[in-house]
Every structure is written in C-alpha cells, then in structure tokens.
C-alpha cells in the first residue's frame, strides 16, 4: 500500500497517544492525521498490499473505517482538516458489468471461462474541510468538495460531485442547504485557509470563532481581514526565502 501525504511531514510517531488505534503521521508544525488501524481491505477482508492513499495534514478516519480495493486502478485522496466519523466505508471499486446476459464473473472459475471485462470508476476525492459523519459510505468515483458536511449513514453514489459548503444526507445523498450564503462561500474558496501552517491559524484563531452565519456583512470583514493576514504571511514568507 502506497500511502502519500504533504512534504512537510516527519513521519510516523510511533509514541503519540493515539497510537494504540491509529498510524498517526506527524508535520513539522505539530499537526498529526490519522489512519484508523487495519483500514485497507481487499474484497477477501484482508489487507490491501496494493493501492495509492493520499492524506492531508490535519485529517482523520475515525475507527473501524474501510477502504476497500479491488486493485490498484483506484485511489482514495483524502484533503487536509478532514474529520472523518466511526466506521466509514469507501468501496472504490468492484463493479460488475450490468450490459451482459450475467454479471458472474466466470474467469474466477477457470477452465477456460472468461466475462466482460469490469468497469472502473475514477479516484474518489475528499477535498478539504469537510466533515463525514458515522457510518457513511462512499461509492467510486465521488468528489466532495471543500467544506462539506457529509451526514450519519449518508450513502454518496459513484460518481457524486458536491458543490462546495454544501450539507448532504440521506441514501441517495442530497443537498439539504448550504453552510454559508454565497458571498461567503466564495470568499472562503478565495482564502484557501487549510493551506496555512498550525502558527498562522493559532494568531488567527479569534477568526476561525466567529459565527459566519449571523451576519453575512460581517462575515465578509472577518474573511477579508484573514485573507490580509495570509497573503502578508506569505508575502515574509517569499522575502525569507529570497
């Protein structure tokens, strides 16, 4: 198993607290995620020792979670201050071919049987900041996009594609409404935030407190006075470096 994450990781922390559960991969700036013990699978329930994972800083699957392939024609990318809930399930693959006179795949047999050749979704893709709650199952080939909040036991279809700040339930997942108007929405995919280090978060965090949703006028002041303070961040960050 193939498992990535950002440049700026140090590793595995062997001793960290929640190590009895998790592989808990550290970041230079004290940030941790964590990947819930005996998560990769194979059809037969075994472990996955094929396959690519992509973890962002800051994101976790919460225990028991599975992530089921079937191969290596798939990914699962997981983006940065993901929470992931207990018992999540994400079956990348294992499609049957629908089209033909049966859907048993003969070839297990031997002697000479063969069948369709079995389709292949796409990369499934977490985007960043969103939270999943318990029991969700995730289909191949869905994105959900920044933001979201993905409710218990929803069940995301292959495929799927959320909009950004969107609030999904249900089996099939649907909208149910948006986090924040769309001004703020907006300005919230401008700020790119997760992309900022535990540092720059911590002297802002009073802005990371602040109700968004009471007053959309001052929500844009709140967003606009942190977007100020990242690209000054990273304007002495580019002067450093020079």
């Not at 920044?146 to 649907?174: D, H, K, L, M, Q």
């Not at 919230?188 to 009471?214: C, H, Q, S, Y």
Request: proline share 4%.
């Amino acid at each position: 198993m193939n498992v990535v994450t950002s440049d700026d990781s140090i590793g595995i922390l062997p001793n960290h607290p929640l190590s009895k559960h998790f592989v808990v991969i550290g970041y230079r700036d004290g940030a941790f995620s964590t990947i819930p013990r005996n998560c990769f699978r194979t059809w037969l329930d075994e472990e996955a020792t094929v396959g690519s994972f992509h973890i962002g800083r800051c994101s976790g699957l919460g225990v028991g979670s599975i992530v089921k392939y079937d191969g290596d024609a798939q990914k699962l990318v997981i983006g940065k201050n993901v929470a992931g809930g207990l018992r999540l399930k994400f079956l990348l693959n294992g499609q049957h071919e629908t089209r033909s006179i049966s859907m048993t795949m003969f070839s297990i047999y031997g002697n000479g049987l063969s069948n369709c050749v079995m389709p292949q979704y796409g990369d499934t893709v977490i985007h960043n900041d969103v939270w999943i709650g318990d029991e969700a199952m995730f289909l191949g080939g869905s994105v959900i996009e920044n933001g979201c909040v993905i409710g218990a036991r929803t069940v995301v279809p292959p495929n799927f594609r959320s909009e950004p700040y969107g609030i999904y339930v249900g089996s099939p997942a649907r909208l149910v409404r948006f986090r924040f108007p769309e001004k703020v929405r907006e300005r919230l995919l401008e700020l790119a935030w997760w992309d900022m280090p535990l540092d720059w978060i911590r002297a802002n965090n009073g802005a990371f407190v602040a109700d968004l949703t009471k007053d959309e006028g001052r929500a844009l002041e709140v967003l606009a006075e942190l977007q100020l303070a990242k690209n000054n961040a990273l304007q002495k960050t580019s002067t450093a470096a020079a």
